[in-house]
Structures are given as structure tokens and as C-alpha cells.
């Protein structure tokens, strides 16, 4: 989710700095979208305080009442969906059916979290002794952290929140400051639906005290982030010897297009990947495998889909891209793509920028490269951008040596009509998600997510039922009974 290179990406910043207090319209700087108040060391300790008086009572609520309350989040979302969808566009700059999308999938999140309420149960086992009876009981780690990033400033935040308010826990919440007011709004519509407002805590901005406050606290027993490894590797250090760690981070994503594929929606499927939500997601294609007999026809294909797209604000009709959410995007991105082509990258296509948006947005053009060196960032690195490259390979072996060969290891695609390939990169493909003929991005609700290697960190996926495994603690019980033994 996540996740990107950005440090600013997570609302952790390495150096401290003065918040602006404020989000900004990526497509239109200078205007201001949501004003707040960065939180303070004392603000943390008051939420987690806060947070651990709810989390006691919220935990002794029976399940039905946590299902209805969440059942009633999901509503809200869908009731409001309009201005929640448009608030997301004008603060992170996605266009307006993609941002549906994202209410729509929160809602359905906290919908199945609804059902995970009634799931937290325990499991009976044999035992050596006579007349003992062993089990286990489940429960609430009690206060959780949600440190969520500024991509899919909804989604991802109900991701970690709805289970674990489903199994009894308050949350503390600290969204993106990019998208701060994304962050209220969900808070908000948690509060009109019947939560207990110290259940959901929110706190807000860059200052590195208030996170080393949070990280460091105690009584905070789980710490879920999504975002960039070198503020994953901030939050390890910083987080207190006893905290549960789920951390997902960065992504290198390859799809590989084989020879006996379908090149049409091969194309279709990478460019859905590769330049879909400007690239901004951890799942993202950044560069495209394909087998050499056929990379000319696939990269011709591929062109044309990225000449198509058009580039402008999110509410603007026929739009397919958006900005990228922030200067500091833009900026990366710019030299990124001035870098590849010092290198000797080719550009192959380029994607259309609207004449009359505004020139201060934070725009980078959707682009295919080619002949990229190998050691450019563009195909080592995670390009978390509207950009993608295409590299030939002789066949599925080689494809498969790259893929493993990355420090990284969330998502590959691999597009091809033979069911033994695709079961093959199924069972070898060394990430936590293989997608066979579809896009690299794109997870249901109901299936774990998380990667493998460099790509997650602590042994605990988001989504579905797994996800209850991070939010709360098991007990075995040894209950002895009567008087056994010879008479």
C-alpha cells in the first residue's frame, strides 16, 4: 500500500521541519484544501491514554454491536460517497471514478470487518493429563497505531482499521499529512456511525517528537505502517521492544509477457498496471518483461496505450491521469526520467497533457522507455511514477531469474495461454502475489496482502481473516477438573 519513496509519503519526516498545516490540491497548489493542527508529543500521549480507556470498553462490546457499528461506517461511506470520493480527488489527485472506486472498496472493507467481529474464536487440544481440558481465547492487543500513507488515503486506512476495531481494539490513526483531510473525514463518519470517539484517535503532521511518541509508547501494542522502506526502517528502530510489527513497504514489480499471450490485453492489463492512479501504488507495473520474439508487436501495442491516455485534474471529464499528489513527486520524478534518458534510455511514447490545466499542477507525462541500462533506478529500484520499461528476455526462465533476482517481492503478473507457466511463476515466483493474465495492481478484500523479502516486514498480512492474527493476542488455558489417579 502502499507505499512511497517519499519519507513525507507516511508523515514521517527524517529531518524535522515545520508542518504547513495544511493539503493542497496537487492538480492546483496554490489552493488549500484542508487546514489542521499538527499534533504534539503530549497530544500522542493524551490520544493513546484515551485510546486505552476505550479500548477496555469497546472490547467488552458484544460483537454485535461492533458488526452494527461497522456496518453502519460502511453505510455512511456509501451515503457519502460523492464527498468522500471528491475530497480524495481535490487532496491526493486521483481521478473522480478511481476515487469511487477506493469509497466503494472502503465500505466493503468494513463490511467484511463487520463479519471478522464475530470470528475472534479459540480452538481446543489434546492433552497428556488426565481430566485437563486445554484451549485457547482470543482477544484485542488492545491499542493499535495506523500509520497510513497518502496513495489510497481511504482504503488502506479502513485495511488496517476495520479489523482491528472488529476484534475490540482502539485505534490510534495517523494519516498522510498529504491527504490529513481524508484522514478526519473517515474519523469523522467513524463517529456518526455510533464509534466511541477515543476509540479512533487522530493525530496529525510531520513533527518526528509526536512519532517518537507514538512508536515509543508502551501501551501501544501494535503498530501497523504502510509505506516507503526508509521510513519502515525509521519505524523498526523507533518502535518499542515489544511492539507487534506489520510493516508493507516498498515494490518492484515486473509483469512478464510471454510469447503465446494475448498482446492485446497483455498491453491492456500492463498499461492498467503500469500508468493506472499515475503509478502511485505499491503495486504498480515498473517494468515489463517480454519474451523477444514478440517485443516489438507487444511494445507497439503497449505505445499506443499510453499515447491515449490524457492528463489532467481528476474531476475533469475524460481524464484517465491525474497528477502525481506532491512537489516532492514531481521533482523525483523529473529527474528521474532526465537521468534515464542521460543514460541512454529511449523514450517510446508519451501520454497527452492537457492544454488548460493549471501549469503549477504536479504533472509528469505517463512514458514508455526502452534500452534502459540495467542499473538504472527505472528497473532496479521502485519507480512509484507513471513510468514503465520495457525489456526483452529470451523466455519464461530468464523472466523468472530477474524477477527472483530483486531484493523485493510483492506482486508479479505474468501473462501467458499455458496453464503450466502460470502455474509455474505461481509456485516459484519468489513475492507474495502472482497475478496470471491481469493487472499488477488491482486485491480483493477477502485475501491476504503483503509481500515477501524487502517488501514487508513482521510475519503478518492485511485483508480478509488473516487479518485478525495481527490484532489480537491467544491465551492457552490448562482447566484441571476432579481428582484423577489410582484408588
Request: aromatic residues 6%; proline residues 6%.
Amino acid at each position: 500500500m502502499h507505499s512511497a519513496p517519499s519519507v513525507a509519503s507516511a508523515g514521517l519526516s527524517i529531518h524535522p521541519g515545520p508542518s504547513s498545516d495544511r493539503s493542497v490540491d496537487p492538480a492546483s497548489p496554490g489552493r488549500v484544501v484542508h487546514a489542521y493542527r499538527t499534533s504534539t508529543a503530549d497530544d500522542v500521549r493524551a490520544a493513546v491514554a484515551g485510546a486505552e480507556r476505550a479500548a477496555r470498553e469497546w472490547a467488552q462490546t458484544p460483537p454485535l454491536r461492533r458488526a452494527t457499528v461497522l456496518t453502519r461506517i460502511a453505510d455512511v461511506l456509501e451515503r457519502r460517497a460523492d464527498e468522500v470520493a471528491a475530497l480524495i480527488t481535490r487532496e491526493e489527485g486521483k481521478p473522480l471514478g478511481a476515487a469511487r472506486g477506493e469509497v466503494g472498496k472502503s465500505a466493503e472493507q468494513f463490511r467484511l470487518a463487520a463479519q471478522l467481529a464475530y470470528l475472534v474464536e479459540g480452538s481446543t487440544y489434546a492433552t497428556e493429563t488426565p481430566g485437563t481440558f486445554a484451549y485457547t481465547l482470543r482477544g484485542p492487543l488492545g491499542v493499535v497505531a495506523a500509520i497510513t500513507p497518502w496513495n489510497f488515503p481511504l482504503s488502506l486506512a479502513a485495511r488496517k482499521i476495520a479489523p482491528a476495531l472488529a476484534a475490540g481494539n482502539a485505534v490510534v490513526f495517523k494519516p498522510s499529512p498529504v491527504t490529513a483531510g481524508v484522514g478526519a473525514l473517515l474519523a469523522e463518519i467513524a463517529v456518526e456511525a455510533g464509534l466511541p470517539p477515543a476509540a479512533l484517535p487522530v493525530v496529525q503532521g510531520h513533527d518526528t517528537g509526536a512519532m517518537g511518541a507514538l512508536l515509543g509508547d508502551v501501551r501501544v501494542r501494535g503498530i501497523s505502517f504502510t509505506g516507503s522502506d526508509a521510513v519502515g526502517a525509521l519505524v523498526r528502530a523507533q518502535a518499542h521492544g515489544h511492539a507487534r510489527l506489520q510493516l508493507e513497504l516498498g515494490g518492484r514489480n515486473a509483469a512478464v509477457v510471454c510469447a503465446d499471450a494475448d498482446l492485446n490485453k497483455a498491453a491492456a492489463d500492463v498499461a492498467a498496471g503500469a500508468f493506472g492512479l499515475t503509478g502511485q501504488a505499491c503495486t504498480s507495473t515498473d517494468r515489463v518483461l517480454v519474451a523477444r520474439v514478440v517485443a516489438a508487436e507487444f511494445t507497439a501495442l503497449l505505445a499506443a496505450k499510453v499515447r491515449a491516455l490524457r492528463v489532467g485534474p481528476g474531476d475533469r471529464t475524460g481524464v484517465t491521469t491525474g497528477p502525481v499528489a506532491m512537489a516532492a513527486q514531481f521533482e523525483r520524478l523529473s529527474a528521474l526520467k532526465d537521468s534515464a534518458i542521460a543514460a541512454g534510455a529511449r523514450v517510446v511514447a508519451e501520454a497527452e497533457l492537457l492544454d488548460d490545466r493549471d501549469p503549477d499542477g504536479f504533472w509528469v507525462a505517463p512514458t514508455l522507455f526502452a534500452d534502459v541500462p540495467g542499473s538504472h533506478p527505472l528497473i532496479d529500484g521502485e519507480v512509484f511514477g507513471p513510468f514503465c520499461s520495457v525489456v526483452a528476455v529470451d523466455d519464461a526462465d530468464e523472466a523468472l531469474r530477474i524477477v527472483n533476482s530483486s531484493t523485493h517481492g510483492l506482486v508479479t503478473a505474468v501473462h501467458t495461454s499455458d496453464l503450466a507457466v502460470a502455474h509455474r511463476f505461481a509456485a516459484e515466483a519468489a513475492c507474495g502475489i502472482v497475478k496470471v493474465n491481469a493487472p499488477t495492481t488491482g486485491n480483493g478484500v477477502a485475501p491476504p496482502f503483503g509481500g515477501w523479502k524487502a517488501s514487508s516486514g513482521g510475519a503478518f498480512p492485511e485483508g480478509g481473516r488473516q487479518a485478525l492474527d495481527f490484532v489480537t493476542d491467544t491465551k492457552t488455558v490448562y482447566l484441571t477438573h476432579g481428582t484423577h489417579g489410582e484408588s
